[in-house]
């Protein structure tokens, strides 16, 4: 009889680890409490399957040794401790359990919430185990009449407004990705404008963790904030910065936080944790019974499915059995799921349709090119799209996707062009891989120009006047900015696009800079 082994890496819920061990396919392996190190380089070299929660790195050295794998099941929502394109390199399927904790992690966050404002561990605290009834010293604050700012309004941040709102709490939303209407249908305030969010009385955020999200509250938007404020942060360390944090809270500027997540777990050295105006929990988002029974059995059931080959429900990636198409697509493939990325941070709002063309012979794979665009441009926003499901969570959140064929292509090979249209306009970028592997952008928004497809990457369009190039660079220059490439082109409206790649990422300073240039049309930047 044909045996898989499925290793779980992390301790999961008995019910899962029961389904696995009744499987008579199945050579289960509990190895949660085994040190990382000899997981890894003992026991992830035999598993087909693993199953992993927060506490295990899926990083090169685990993925390195995973030389039998062929699927990785998070036990949990966020894969931002899991490399998945090096997972993809080695031919393994990443999948996720999206939504089984959900309803956990909103309840811990209104935990953190009411304890932050009734200070309640310390008054327990100072009863229980020093016996001092001093109610005179804990005087906390109503949630009701505050308004409660909310980054990121999906699965969890949703459901967490509603709660608040049901303590008579005013809430802002602050989503790009979202339809506004997800949140005014609910008589709750949508704005664009992140210092919308600083001015609350409460903060909490619920984004995944990417290049986007992390530190998207430093000491800038600390300094902002109202005196007093209230910080949760229940989804990942390191959105919050953690010395912007430590200082708002020493100095007081920021009354009380709720903290569930740190930079780096096991979180027993951080200095947060020396401060009095903090409550802390060792990332507890996902831990109660009814979460874990929902993502262990899931989680097993998932992995059981994967060994057999199956199923690989909430795939993330994709990886290509090579072996069935022919060579020259996959880099394409990629390709088009960068650009969709590309436009995504370009072209930040609610995303109305995608529009992808092919010429050429890649034009014959247009439709899987379609799939693999749209993953990039929302997988920043959501971690729950994934090669399957992209053309269903596309749909339900209202977006077209077109694929065009459009036969032979007259200069290029093949050439693929995404054309993305937000609520706020359209961005176009079209692109080919030239015979020696390199990837090139060759046309984005009516200019011709050429820059490849990978790095920190500013677009700097401006009035066809002279100088700003030299302006441009002192800014660059002045703000320790290297410039690694830079290309330029002109269209015939007298307008001008730089496309600069450079060296290091670049932060709002810097772009705010080259924003208030007077021939300054518009400033974009993306990192890939
Ligand atoms: N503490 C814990 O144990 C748990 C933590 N989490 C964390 O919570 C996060 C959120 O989970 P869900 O709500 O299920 O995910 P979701 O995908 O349903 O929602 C995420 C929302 O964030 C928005 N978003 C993305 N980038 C943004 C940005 N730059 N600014 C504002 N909004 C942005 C998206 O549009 C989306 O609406 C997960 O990524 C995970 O890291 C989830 C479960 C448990
Ligand atoms: O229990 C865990 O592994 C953490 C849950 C979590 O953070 C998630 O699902 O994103």
Redesign the pocket.
């Known amino acids: 009889m044909q045996k898989y082994t499925v290793v779980v890496c992390?301790h999961i819920h008995e019910a899962g680890l029961k389904m696995l061990q009744e499987d008579e396919n199945i050579n289960f392996i509990m190895a949660a409490d085994v040190d990382k190190k000899e997981l890894v380089e003992t026991i992830i070299p035999q598993a087909d399957v693993a199953i992993?929660?927060?506490?295990t790195d899926v990083d090169e050295f685990f993925i390195e040794h995973a030389t039998n794998m062929k699927a990785i099941v998070?036990?949990?929502?966020?894969?931002?401790n899991v490399n998945i394109p090096e997972c993809s390199k080695k031919g393994i399927i990443v999948m996720?359990?999206p939504t089984a904790?959900t309803i956990a992690?909103v309840e811990l966050t209104m935990t953190h919430m009411l304890s932050c404002m009734r200070m309640f561990p310390y008054s327990h605290d100072h009863l229980k185990n020093q016996r001092i009834w001093k109610r005179e010293k804990w005087y906390g604050y109503e949630l009701k009449g505050k308004k409660l700012g909310i980054i990121g309004f999906g699965n969890i941040g949703s459901r967490v407004a509603k709660r608040a709102k049901a303590f008579e709490m005013d809430i802002v939303a602050y989503d790009p990705y979202i339809n506004p209407s997800k949140v005014t249908d609910l008589e709750m305030t949508y704005t664009k404008n992140f210092d919308d969010i600083l001015a609350c009385d409460v903060i909490t955020i619920h984004t995944p963790k990417n290049q986007e999200t992390i530190n998207i509250i430093d000491k800038e938007e600390v300094a902002k904030m109202k005196d007093g404020v209230v910080l949760v942060n229940c989804?990942?360390g390191g959105l919050y910065n953690e010395d912007a944090l430590y200082d708002g809270l020493k100095s007081g500027k920021i009354r009380f936080a709720g903290i569930d997540?740190f930079v780096k777990e096991p979180a027993i050295n951080n200095k947060l944790l020396d401060l009095d105006n903090i409550v802390v929990s060792p990332?507890?988002?996902?831990?109660t019974y009814e979460s874990?029974y929902n993502?262990g059995t899931q989680a097993a059931g998932n992995a059981i499915a994967a060994a057999k080959g199956i199923a690989y429900p909430n795939a993330m990636n994709l990886p290509i059995d090579e072996s069935k198409i022919p060579p020259f697509v996959k880099p394409f493939l990629e390709m088009g799921q960068k650009i969709g990325f590309l436009e995504s941070q370009i072209n930040k709002s609610k995303i109305v349709s995608i529009k992808v063309k092919g010429q050429g012979d890649i034009a014959n794979y247009i439709d899987s090119l379609a799939t693999f665009v749209t993953v990039g441009a929302l997988s920043h926003s959501t971690?729950s799209i994934n090669y399957v499901n992209a053309d269903f969570v596309a749909k339900e959140k209202g977006i077209e996707v077109e694929s065009v064929n459009l036969g032979d292509s007259e200069v290029y090979k093949n050439l693929i062009t995404v054309k993305i249209t937000t609520n706020e306009g359209t961005t176009s970028v079209s692109a080919t891989i030239f015979e020696d592997g390199l990837q090139r952008i060759v046309a984005t928004d009516g200019f011709d120009i050429e820059f490849p497809v990978k790095g920190d990457i500013i677009f700097f369009k401006n009035s066809d006047v002279p100088g700003v190039i030299g302006s441009v660079g002192t800014i660059l220059a002045n703000n320790n900015v290297n410039i690694s490439d830079f290309s330029l082109a002109r269209n015939e409206q007298s307008e001008a696009l730089a496309v600069i790649l450079v060296d290091n990422a670049v932060n709002d300073t810097t772009l705010s800079e080259l924003a208030s240039l007077d021939a300054c049309i518009s400033v974009n930047y993306a990192r890939l």
């Open positions: 992390d992993t929660r927060s506490s998070r036990a949990g929502v966020g894969v931002d996720n359990v904790n992690a989804a990942r997540v990332h507890l988002g996902a831990n874990q993502i971690e």
